[in-house]
């Protein structure tokens, strides 16, 4: 059974940093590319960054170039969120997803998902 568990949200002000990480179990992590995606009250769910599968590759949503970078250790099976200088728009769920394929931003390329963590940004 996969499984892909997020943690390292919480609350956080203006500016602040947080690191969001997802572990992963029941797959064969190497062979998949990692992404993260957020949704937001009363928004759908966006792209926010995406890895390769050797963590050579990375794609970033333009709201969090600069700001954010991913990244994975494929010997922990986990994949990481940096998010420095946050907003109170980045305010959202935090979800880990797998793809097989490789990284895109429709969320319909994507095989596995975790929970979600929560980050709320206040100003």
């Known amino acids: 059974q996969v499984q892909l568990v997020e943690s390292g949200g919480g609350v956080v002000q203006a500016g602040g940093s947080l690191r969001l990480s997802c572990a992963a179990a029941?797959?064969?992590?190497?062979?998949?590319?990692m992404a993260w995606f957020r949704q937001a009250p009363g928004k759908e769910r966006e792209f926010v960054a995406g890895v390769g599968r050797t963590g050579i590759g990375t794609h970033y949503a333009d709201s969090v170039k600069g700001r954010f970078a991913i990244s994975r250790d494929n010997a922990k099976n986990t994949v990481f969120l940096q998010m420095n200088s946050l907003k109170p728009e980045d305010t959202a769920v935090y979800y880990c997803?797998?793809?097989?394929w490789g990284v895109g931003v429709p969320d319909t390329q994507y095989a596995y998902w975790g929970q979600g963590t929560q980050v709320t940004v206040s100003s």
């Open positions: 029941g797959l064969s992590f190497s062979r998949y590319a």
């Open positions: 997803a797998a793809a097989l």
